[in-house]
């Protein structure tokens, strides 16, 4: 007779696992893992940042940033306008210093060929040209001023272009030219 194991269907050799499919068993579990923990994670920081962002928004709408900003928008325009103004004031010196200065020399040198008798009412100069509105007691005064200013070493073009005769003196215009002198040449 024979021997029944009926317990023989259920035995089985054990098989030894293989290296590699432990390997690979393992790599697919951290796999799993990073696929599974990675986007809690990312969920967990959105979150803070939530917090974060609702935490300084909160700071930002305060009433008192508020007004420090107003006084910041305030404080930017007037820089602008200030380096605006500064534009202007620097183009404004650099045309000064191109500007030929009226010395004292030049007032001197024009007072210096005035006759006795001769009043200014006005003294204009613009760049090299000179106008004098002026009066006079007698004509003689006025010629003898055309006269000086003509032969003066400093001036060109002397031109009286009106005279007339008002209440006893006589009014007048004359213009004339400085010339192109060094400083030295002045004094």
């Known amino acids: ?25 393992s790599l697919i579990t951290v796999v799993s893992f990073i696929f599974v923990f990675y986007p809690v994670l990312k969920y967990f920081e959105v979150r803070t940042l939530k917090k974060e962002i609702l935490v300084l928004d909160e700071i930002l709408e305060s009433s008192e940033n508020i007004k420090r900003l107003q006084v910041i928008e ?23 210093k191109e500007q030929k200065v009226i010395s004292d020399l030049l007032i ?14 006005s003294l204009s100069i613009a760049n ?17 001023m ?9 001036f060109d073009e002397v031109f009286i ?19 192109e002198v060094t400083t030295n040449a002045v004094e």
Do not use: C, W
């Open 108 to 121: 001197q040198s024009i007072l210096k060929n005035v006759p006795n008798g001769i009043f200014f009412d």
């Open 128 to 144: 090299n040209e000179i106008e004098i509105h002026s009066k006079a007691t007698h004509k003689f005064a006025v010629a003898q």
């Open 1 to 25: 007779m024979r021997d029944f194991n009926f317990f023989e269907p259920y035995l089985k050799k054990t098989e030894k696992t293989s290296f590699y499919r432990l390997i690979i068993l």
């Open 74 to 96: 305030s404080n930017n325009i007037q820089l602008i306008e200030l380096k605006s103004e500064q534009v202007f004031f620097s183009n404004l010196h650099d045309e000064m």
């Open 161 to 179: 272009p009106s005279i007339s005769e008002n209440d006893g003196y006589y009014l007048f215009t004359i213009t004339f030219t400085a010339k």
């Open 146 to 154: 055309e006269h000086n200013l003509r032969y003066s070493p400093y």
